[in-house]
């Protein structure tokens, strides 16, 4: 469960700073552009709803920062969050089972592409991004914008897929240069898509776009650490007993690398600091 995901990730990357964002019930700015998106999604079962209260009780007795935000998804706080942390010299991890988040990859910020275990998980930098669809970073907005995103239930261009999208933008590297010389398209059936499809091919794209300037704050200076007793009265509580033990060997293990390593420590916290974002 998310509580063995949140020790693995603590154990993993070592954080100097943690936050978790999470979606709000209300409907976000996308909705208000396009009626259709995400409309498709099954309402989880009751169970998971059921949990919620406990997840936040849980976040609570970790003392972690949590944040969301009406109007806006968890992904355009991340963004927002990732790139004022790149700015101030932060090495980013984001932690998602989300594709979308590769439009966000620099040298400084890469995705942690979640898939069971985190060590076992693929990070993806920008030579990850590249070797992964033939672009950079850079163009996946443009990338879903053309091939659509099925999850969020919007189509793109009408009978285009990934390979072609990658294909085009390889070639041309922007949407907007596309059009820029959309005589030089080819073959003729699809440059006539683009040109029939242009005002819905940019809506595609502000959907796709994850938003960096949302009104969200992190006191960079929040730095993590265990709160042993209120954490491990929760695990107590709700008979979590393994990941009470796990979390103590954790505490343990963090003390004596700090013990070891005090200088390495300094050096790294004061020059190379890591933020960790779900």
């Known amino acids: 469960g998310f509580a063995s995901t949140l020790i693995n990730t603590i154990d993993f990357l070592r954080p100097d700073i943690l936050a978790i964002t999470f979606d709000t019930t209300e409907k976000t700015f996308r909705h208000k552009l396009d009626a259709e998106y995400k409309a498709h999604r ?26 969301k935000l009406p109007g806006f998804e968890s992904d355009d706080l991340i963004g927002t969050l990732a790139r004022k942390a790149e700015a101030k010299k ?85 949407i907007d240069e596309v059009y820029t010389h959309i005589s030089e398209l080819e073959p003729v059936k699809l440059r006539e898509k683009f040109k ?38 929760f695990f107590e509580k709700v008979k979590f007993h393994s990941l009470s033990n796990r979390y103590q060997k954790l505490i343990k293990f963090f003390d004596q690398k700090n013990n070891i390593e005090q200088k390495k420590y300094s050096e790294k916290h004061s020059d190379d600091e890591q933020m960790a974002l779900f």
């Open 196 to 233: 029939e499809n242009k005002e819905y091919l940019f809506h595609c794209r502000t959907l796709a776009k994850i938003r960096l300037d949302v009104p969200v704050e992190l006191p960079l200076d929040q730095e993590f650490s265990f709160v042993p007793e209120r954490t491990l009265a």
């Open 42 to 67: 099954e309402k989880a079962p009751d169970d998971f709803y059921a949990q919620i209260p406990l997840l936040f009780e849980m976040l609570e007795s970790f003392e972690l920062p949590m944040l």
């Open 90 to 174: 932060f090495e980013v991890k984001i932690v998602s089972g989300d594709l979308d988040f590769l439009q966000l990859v620099s040298e400084h910020i890469m995705l942690i592409k979640l898939n069971g275990k985190i060590d076992q998980s693929v990070q993806y930098g920008p030579k990850e991004t590249q070797a992964r669809y033939g672009i950079g970073p850079e163009q996946i907005i443009d990338f879903k914008a053309i091939a659509g995103d099925a999850s969020d239930n919007y189509k793109g261009l009408p009978g285009v897929g990934p390979k072609t999208a990658e294909k085009v933008l390889q070639r041309f590297g922007t």
